[in-house]
């Protein structure tokens, strides 16, 4: 894991691991193994991500609130277009 930290900070300073536990890489990580010579090659496939998105997203709830209409009737700004969600 190291080397490959080092790997990414200095050819792709932009990218990251996105797994960054072991035991992911030994159980569920998909990999090719190949023989060239009398060299064992084993390519694991490596989740990345960019550093950007790895700050967590806010998530807001939406709540309606009822506003009063000229001719009295209750109205929710927010709704599917459907006259029977405005009352």
Same mark, same amino acid.
Not at 60 to 65: I, R, S
């Given at each position: 894991?190291?080397? %490959? /930290?080092?790997?990414? $900070?200095?050819?792709?300073? =932009?990218? @990251?691991?996105?797994?960054? /536990?072991?035991? +992911? +890489?030994?159980? =569920?990580?998909? %990999?090719?193994? %190949?023989?060239?010579?009398?060299?064992?090659?084993?390519?694991? /496939? !490596? *989740?990345?991500? !960019?550093? #950007?998105?790895? *700050? *967590?997203?806010? #998530?807001? =709830?939406? $709540?309606?609130?009822?506003?009063?209409?000229? &001719?009295?009737? @209750?109205?929710? *700004? #927010?709704?599917?277009?459907? +006259? &029977? /969600?405005?009352?």
């Amino acid at each position: 894991m190291t080397y %490959f /930290d080092r790997y990414l $900070e200095s050819n792709h300073p =932009q990218l @990251t691991l996105l797994r960054r /536990d072991i035991q +992911y +890489y030994y159980s =569920q990580a998909s %990999f090719s193994v %190949f023989r060239s010579h009398n060299t064992l090659v084993i390519i694991i /496939d !490596a *989740p990345l991500t !960019a550093k #950007v998105l790895l *700050p *967590p997203l806010h #998530v807001y =709830q939406v $709540e309606k609130v009822p506003l009063l209409s000229p &001719d009295h009737h @209750t109205l929710n *700004p #927010v709704s599917n277009g459907s +006259y &029977d /969600d405005c009352l």
